[in-house]
């Protein structure tokens, strides 16, 4: 009954975390909006309050190697080079995806070699890099991806992580 009503709360964010991301989801971009969405989940709640801390940024909490290898975009006419730029880019969720999107493009790779690129392997770039994916991931990390992932397989979502 708890186990439930844990399940329940996990795909309640999570399907928030899908609204906010959807919308930005196109044909070419490599990370479904489940991945991204439950990426969000494990890594911050999906938390949109802005946040600056221990060398990371934004809902997905992205440093700004992350940020200028995923392209360096911005908000709106900003310059790639104001001081701001990147705060403000990867506290965005739009822009943030976008920022993950290019990143996945750029460095996406079997991390597992499980024989697919998917988004387990999406998840461990995401959090150790593109040189590094192959660590280990924190136990919380992991668990609350593999919960968020499990509960959309279970809704049958028509579209696999
Ligand atoms: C969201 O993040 C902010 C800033 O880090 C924090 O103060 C707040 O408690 C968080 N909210 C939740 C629901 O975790």
Known sequence: MAANKLCCTLVFGALLCLGLVALIQAQDKPVTDVCLGCICEAISGCN??????????G????????????????????????????????????????????????FGQDCNKDGGIDCYDYAAIHKLGGYGCGG?????????????????????????P
Not at 50 to 55: K, L, S
Not at 84 to 93: G, K, L
């Open 48 to 57: 949109q309050t802005r946040f600056c801390g221990g060398g990371v940024c």
């Open 59 to 106: 809902l997905f909490r992205i440093t700004w190697a992350y940020w200028s290898d995923g392209g360096k975009l911005t908000l709106g006419n900003e310059s790639p080079q104001s001081e701001d730029a990147y705060a403000n880019c990867v506290n965005d969720p739009y822009c943030a995806a976008n920022t993950i999107q290019n990143y996945m493009t750029k």
């Open 136 to 160: 280990e991931l924190a136990y919380q990390y992991q668990t609350s991806l593999q919960s968020c992932l499990n509960s959309f397989q279970q809704l049958d979502v028509r579209s696999g």
